[in-house]
């Protein structure tokens, strides 16, 4: 080297903990210690981008292999090319490159031997930044050479972090996105921060001010989140930090509301809501990089937008477990504690028992929703004080609850014991029951909801029972639902396979027994010829809503053979077809009618709806405004089977109806002196009423005696004919032909 060009600097004592003096790492790699001493006398006090270099010494490839293994953040190695073999260098490159993968550190290749290794095809095939020969390295070319590749190394350095830096920003967001509440929310921060900037999570403090989470009642601020040398701050005021530093820096970040960041240290800013927010605080041993202050910038602005979800997501993960409306656990949590349980004791004594109040919809339309609101409030709280913490009580839906514990706890007895005593609700002493279901969990590693499911179907059959009823689920039970379910499935696709057809039974005028009309009957005959009694299949399509798409049908259906049955009969048939209180609940079924009446060129007057007392409880106006309609335009309405429901002379007397039907059973009774009343006295109010009055059950000239001694219009029944599909129907007519009527 040419003494002109060496610079020799008294060498002064560094302070590692200034940024501007965190020394550059370059290995030496050298099998001639003579360049080691004088790379050592060139470079030992020189500056590269105002920062001091650290110089590393191997001797071989080896030692260099472990050094880089060992030692980090190495930004330029000095390779010599030949060393222990020829190709020493080169190979040492390939492992930097392909096995350490050492993608930011620079090499600068040094040979005392030009030529031996092509320059040009060498600086090609390997990521190298230089390929000097020793004699060419005076100390003003190396520098010149090592800026360079210095340089490189921290920008590829700055790059990667950044990269790494938007990685680590873009999972914290994720992750603290979700955080169950505002402690975990900051406990993740700690985390987070401490990743980003590449310090130890000691010495981060987080505080809150004015969160109801922490402490509603006071405003100053609460470190709710600290770990390491911080953690005996945890829960107590901002102001009893003995840290005078920190607690200047974490108050003037909540005053100003702004983050502010030194050469060792950092307060961040978090806005929570309109007068809330957070603040953190990072303590490093070592001076944050301007990189990472540029990324702890784009991480609060990421943060501040996640902080806001905090609350919405802790209230989201309230509301999947908790009952808004009564603040209990719900259906979700009841689903947690079941398969716990079972999971803990598979075969035990637990019971769940699914209580159902009795008649609720009647008293929330008759007193108010307010007033049903706070009968709910009222049946959850003395749930849980009857039945005790030992137990685990939830609300399902609506006026459901669950209650689950051991059998000695939860069963009938106790159950109805808890409904014993009128329930108080503003001032009013209101008796309440309820029908229960109950299931034991005793059957193994059953999930939650097939006991939930097994409950529910006790119970409602614990409703079919009456009031205050109470069902235990059974195999039998089971089977029954399975039966039911089959039953269905046969139900839907043999109506769409057309194996339902319709059966007429005469209507008979008393006076002169002329033919007045027909009553149109719903019938099953499956694909093996077996008949399905309507008593069977009829709740079920109630139930499953087909009702509505086969009545449509049936209705078509029948005053389409009106026509017909008129025509070959020569007499204007009256015809009557039943309807359902599921079809009258609709709000569109007078227009469906007015519909098919148009469709099928039917005079109004031809028709007759025939409804059951059942119709009432859908709601009286309801039913009152659908057959005022059809009444208006002439369609005649029929009361069917009175006296055997839910009989009452207040909805008869509303209810716009022309004929009362009395009931077979009672027809039958008039052969016995004891039934003559009943009957006889459902005659006298309907012609009190005006209203025609039809006896059905008519099955011998005895009993057609008896019906036109207590005043009958018209009847129908065996005497007369049974039910006959269209064509025998037609046979029939004519067989009587010559006859009165």
Known sequence: ?????????????????????????????????????????????????SRPLELLHAHSADEAKRILDEVPNIAVILLDVVMESEDAGLQLVKSVRQEQRLASTRIILRTGQPGHAPEAETITLYDINDYKTKSELTQTRLFTSLTTAIRSYDQLRRLERS??????????????????????????????????????SDGVVCAVSGSPEIDSEASEPRIIAAVGRFARFIQRRLSEIDDERIAVALTTALRDRKSSI??????????KSGEEGFAALIDATQPIPDIDRDLVEVFCSNIALCAKNVDLVAELRRDAFVDRQLGMPNRTALLLDLNQRIHTDPHGEGVLAIIDLDQFAATNDILGHHYGDLLLRTTALHLRKFFGPGNFVARLAGDAFAVVGNRDAINPESIQRCFSEPFEVMGIRQPISACTGLVALDRGFEPGAEYLKDGYLAMKRAKDAGLAQTMFYSNDLAADVRSRARLLHSLRSGYESGQFFLAYQPQIDLVDERLVGAEALLRWRTADGTMIPPSSFIPIAEKSGLIVEMGRWLLREALLARHRLSAATGSDLRMAVNVSPVQVRRPDFSSMVIEM?????????????????????AGLDAVIAQFAALRQLGVTVALDDFGTGYSSLSYLERLPIDRLKIDRSFVLALEFDQGKRIARTIVVLGKEMGLKIIAEGVESPALRDRVVEIGCHEAQGYLFARPMIEREFIDWFKQRQGKPG
């Open 262 to 271: 030194g050469r060792f240290s950092a307060t961040f800013y978090f806005p």
């Open 1 to 49: 080297m040419n003494t002109d060009e060496l610079l020799v600097l008294k060498d002064e004592p560094i302070d590692l903990t200034s940024p501007m003096q965190v020394p550059w790492r370059v290995l030496v790699v050298d099998d001639d210690a003579d360049v080691h001493e004088v790379t050592r006398f060139s470079l030992g006090s020189v500056r590269v981008l």
């Open 597 to 617: 009446l148009r469709e099928t060129a039917t005079p109004a007057a031809a028709l007759e709806i025939e409804i059951t007392e059942s119709v009432a409880i």
């Open 163 to 200: 990269r790494h830096g938007l990685e680590l920003i873009v999972n914290a967001s994720n992750k603290l996105n979700a955080m169950p509440g505002l402690r975990a929310f900051a406990e993740g921060l700690l985390t987070q921060i401490s990743a980003l900037i590449g310090v130890d």
